[in-house]
């Protein structure tokens, strides 16, 4: 079992910066996609940034060139750089993680194939 907990939510103003982080226990898989997603209430998750063990990345058009996701190894972390925050951006972030052991083009980034989940961080944008 894999657990996840994210942090560093909160209120922010248009324009503003947040550094989200998910502590995770380790990874024992060959290999792994993780991501962070969000979501407002009555509407679907939606991917906004994923990160794989070799250590290709997607975003969303939506964030491309205003958030950075990464990791620390080591600290078994990873992280969201948020920065020009727009009202768009407001929803609750959790961070997730598929583990495989298969070869890496089996690897799934997309909602559904995930395996594990936080429990979300909330992110408020003011205006």
């Known amino acids: 079992q894999v657990h996840l907990a994210e942090s560093g939510g909160g209120s922010v103003q248009t324009g503003g910066s947040l550094n989200l982080s998910c502590t995770h226990s380790?990874?024992?898989?060959?290999?792994?996609?993780v991501g962070w997603f969000r979501q407002l209430p009555g509407k679907e998750r939606e991917a906004v940034a994923t990160?794989?063990?070799?250590?290709?990345?997607t975003y969303a058009p939506s964030v491309k060139g205003r958030f950075t996701i990464s990791q620390d190894t080591a600290e078994n972390t990873l992280y969201l750089q948020m920065n020009n925050l727009e009202p768009g951006d407001a929803a609750t972030y959790y961070c997730?993680?598929?583990?495989?052991?298969?070869?890496?083009?089996?690897?799934?980034?997309?909602?559904?194939?995930?395996?594990?989940w936080g429990e979300g961080t909330l992110v408020t944008i003011s205006s």
């Open positions: 997730a993680a598929h583990l495989s052991n298969l070869a890496a083009h089996w690897l799934r980034c997309d909602k559904n194939g995930m395996h594990y």
């Open positions: 380790l990874f024992t898989s060959v290999n792994y996609c």
């Open positions: 990160l794989k063990n070799d250590g290709s990345t």
